[in-house]
């Protein structure tokens, strides 16, 4: 059997492109669910970044998703409802932007944590503003710091549904939304 051996032209084509976006929602059992459908943002694009980061400062997170040849798609989330608290460090000791600080969010019995980080992957970001989900929870227990200057800080009972900054050399922490 003979091949004629053609190439197809990629030129105006992603070779993997225009797959259906894909969401994906923390079961709390360790798993993960795939919400697409039901969330609205099951779109036939060709995605190749995001940024996660609370676009209208109203508390939960929105996505911005940058397509391959195409205009990138803001995916708002106007969640209503839920607890949450989002944290701004600012070093002193340490980088400005805290880059390289592990956060650790006690509530309700459960620890979460984040890592500040300054980049995500190709084409993708994250905000240095660290923001935890707590659905139900009706207060944080507590929160400590781990500078990259190994300066250790812990909060007791920060404020809910707030946007709070926290300096490396001071106490406490301040209410900013």
Same mark, same amino acid.
């Given at each position: ?9 990629? /030129? ?27 969330? &609205?943002?099951?779109?036939?694009? /060709? ?12 508390? /939960?997170?929105?996505?911005? !998703? ?23 460090? !600012? &070093? ?22 984040? /890592?500040?980080?300054?980049?995500? &992957?190709?084409?993708? &970001?994250?905000?240095? !503003? ?40 001071? %106490?406490?922490? %301040?209410?900013?939304?």
């Amino acid at each position: 059997m003979e091949k004629s051996g053609k190439l197809v032209d990629m /030129d105006q084509s992603s070779l993997n492109g225009f797959e259906r976006n894909a969401l994906l929602e923390n079961d709390g059992q360790g798993g993960f669910d795939n919400v697409s459908y039901h969330r &609205g943002v099951s779109l036939e694009q /060709d995605g190749r970044g995001i940024v996660a980061f609370d676009m209208d400062l109203d508390g /939960d997170i929105d996505l911005y !998703v940058a397509n391959y040849r195409r205009r990138g798609s803001l995916l708002r989330n106007d969640t209503t409802g839920r607890n949450w608290i989002a944290v701004k460090l !600012v &070093g002193s000791r340490s980088n400005r932007d805290a880059v390289g600080a592990r956060l650790t969010l006690t509530a309700g019995g459960v620890n979460q944590i984040r /890592d500040v980080r300054a980049g995500e &992957g190709f084409i993708s &970001g994250s905000t240095l !503003v660290q923001h935890f989900g707590l659905a139900d929870t009706p207060h944080v227990d507590s929160l400590t710091i781990r500078w990259p200057s190994g300066l250790v800080q812990s909060i007791e009972n920060p404020p809910i549904n707030h946007h709070i900054r926290i300096n490396e050399d001071s %106490e406490g922490y %301040e209410i900013i939304r």
